[in-house]
């Protein structure tokens, strides 16, 4: 198993890891513990790490695609859906709903487009999308992106060119 898979089933909380990586996605769901970024951010930088193995249909893992797909479904379910345990009982404010609900979509977005073999721009476009526009407290946990971030905004077809300079402009701010 490779380390990516075994971070990824750890954050869909198909597995448990020790030593020096985060609480899992799933575990800072319930109990709710507040949106935890580090956390996100590690997830997601082990899915791009599979972004090969992703888009190459002899290549694919069964479990990395279900350890994906549980992250989606956990953050569904426990904390966007109308009556998710999170929402019902009033745990979560606007903002960390709202959070949640980005980092499903850029779940969701980077797995349906590795999967239809699309462009690596096109797989972080959600990302992307939430870097420029959501309430990301940590922008430097991102950073992992640069490169993929450099070669779209060198890009001039591609329509994410002012968000990946603009996320670029904010990676230089927090350093």
Not at 127 to 155: M, Q, W
Request: aromatic share 6%.
């Amino acid at each position: 198993m490779s380390s990516n898979l075994a971070v990824l089933q750890h954050h869909s909380g198909i597995t448990l890891l020790e030593n020096g990586v985060q609480p899992s996605l799933a575990e800072t769901l319930r109990p709710f513990k507040g949106c935890n970024e580090e956390s996100f951010a590690e997830f997601m930088q082990a899915a791009i790490s599979e972004y090969r193995n992703l888009s190459q249909p002899s290549a694919i893992d069964r479990d990395l695609i279900s350890s994906m797909i549980v992250m989606c479904q956990t953050l569904r379910l426990l904390g966007i859906a109308e009556l998710s345990p999170i929402r019902r009982n009033g745990l979560a404010t606007p903002e960390m709903l709202k959070r949640l609900e980005f980092w499903l979509e850029s779940i969701e977005s980077f797995l349906s487009h590795s999967l239809s073999k699309n462009s690596k721009s096109a797989c972080l476009s959600r990302l992307i999308s939430y870097l420029c526009h959501g309430s990301v407290e940590r922008p430097e946990l991102y950073a992992f992106l640069t490169e993929d971030l450099k070669e779209i905004a060198r890009d001039k077809h591609s329509e994410l060119v002012d968000e990946a300079n603009e996320i670029l402009s904010k990676f230089t701010k927090a350093t």
